[in-house]
């Protein structure tokens, strides 16, 4: 495997090359420190397996230059890393095609699983953050927006709720989420079963299309 990650902290990169080292211990690591940088690594490198893009770091002009970077690598799962989360930004980045969004706040055992799911072929945005209202940008075509009572919904889940919302999206087992949250199986289960109650959802399955506007 052959991840770039894209940042200019260097504590951050450290963090990142751990979190990969938890996915395979023998990838090969590129480093890229500026929007530069990283289209010169991608033309050096197109069998990038992952990128890990720092929102925020020289070069970059907002949601232009992900899409850029998504446009030069169009088979490459493009991942923002980022503190930035403000309303409407995980909408924007799926409209672009971008594969997530892991706030860096969250926990390393999270990015890992949010990085796993995406390797296998799917998406990761936390379902509080893509509920938002989108971002008008005018050069992007706005994804369909969750219906308003559903994300009244949304709004009405504590923030335990919300938390267990974000990783049972991804696909996770109960059991994985409980390993997540360093909780009981059982504990998550009564998170489920409120979330669906609180979502008029009749399953799981219900519930990871409606967040995903299926």
Known sequence: MKVLIADDHPLVIAGMRGQIALLDPAADILVARSLWEVCEQLSVHPDLSLILLDFRMPGMNG????????DLAPVVPVVVVSAFHAEGFANDL???GAAGLIPKSVS?????????????GGRYFPAALFAAAPCHDEDAEPPPAPPASLAARIAALTPREREVLDH????????????????SDATVKVHVKAILKKLDAANRAVVVAMMHGG
């Open 63 to 70: 949601i232009d230059s992900i899409r850029q970077i998504v």
């Open 94 to 96: 799926a409209a672009i």
């Open 108 to 120: 390393e055992p999270v990015v890992v699983a949010a990085l796993r799911q995406i390797l296998d």
């Open 168 to 183: 049972l999206t991804t696909g996770l087992s109960n059991k994985g989420i409980a390993r997540l949250l360093g909780c």
